[in-house]
């Protein structure tokens, strides 16, 4: 069974860089047909996909955030990163990685981790 | 780019249907045959219901389905249960620049 898990900080202060990583295990990150991404939920609130990579290394960000997004892709560690940099209380969120399972017609988020909660105060 | 616009809350007695409704613009939804949703227990992980529209992944229960006319998706849950009072998201795909939008989530309670 596939199963994703973020760590990272659970705590980050004004104006500095969020980093997460999702491990991956039960399954390769290498699969051509999957795209892997993160998603995040403010507290109370609904979803925000955030981007998403694929292990040959492309990758698509969420048009408001992009210029903060950095996604990468560690295939020898089966893991991918999220970097999100001047963040601000707004980012306080929990922060999931999901796998996006993909045909030649539409993907869809089809496997998720349980989330980290990660808050932004001084 | 906008939220799906989707009810806050709907209700059902056990054994009824409810449906919730997804409502987007024709850059996605009307656009996209790519509207999935997800079911989210509290403190729990998003599972994914229905995908391409209408398609069931193998173990959701066929209480569930999925449909979609215009701009607007939809999500029947038929014979409702207990253990389908959850929060749910609908999803569409928005195009190669926008890419994902989700909706605003609705509460399902069984009374």
């Known amino acids: 069974q596939l199963q994703l898990q973020e760590s990272g900080p659970g705590l980050v202060k004004p104006s500095e860089t969020l980093s997460l990583t999702c491990t991956v295990s039960?399954?390769?990150?290498?699969?051509?047909?999957?795209?892997w991404g993160w998603i995040r939920q403010p507290p109370g609130k609904g979803l925000e996909w955030i981007g998403s990579i694929h292990y040959s290394g492309a990758t698509y960000h969420n048009p408001s955030l992009k210029s903060r997004v950095i996604i990468s892709v560690d295939t020898p560690k089966n893991q991918f990163s999220l970097k999100l940099s001047s963040v601000t209380a707004a980012d306080t969120a929990a922060y999931h990685c999901a796998r996006l399972d993909c045909s030649d017609t539409s993907c869809f988020f089809n496997y998720w981790g349980q989330g980290i909660q990660v808050t932004v105060s001084s | 780019q906008s939220a799906l616009t989707q009810p806050r809350s709907v209700s059902g007695s056990p054994g009824q249907s409810v449906t919730i409704s997804c409502t987007g613009t024709s850059s996605d939804i009307g656009a996209y045959n790519y509207v999935s949703w997800y079911q989210q227990h509290p403190g729990k992980a998003p599972k994914l219901m229905i995908y391409d529209v209408s398609e069931r992944p193998s173990g959701v229960p066929d209480r569930f389905s999925g449909s979609k006319s215009g701009n607007t998706a939809s999500l029947t849950i038929s014979g409702l249960q207990a253990e389908d009072e959850a929060d749910y998201y609908c999803c569409s795909y928005a195009g190669s620049y926008i890419n994902y939008v989700f909706g605003t989530g609705t509460k399902v309670t069984v009374l």
């Open positions: 039960g399954g390769s990150i290498r699969g051509s047909s999957y795209f």
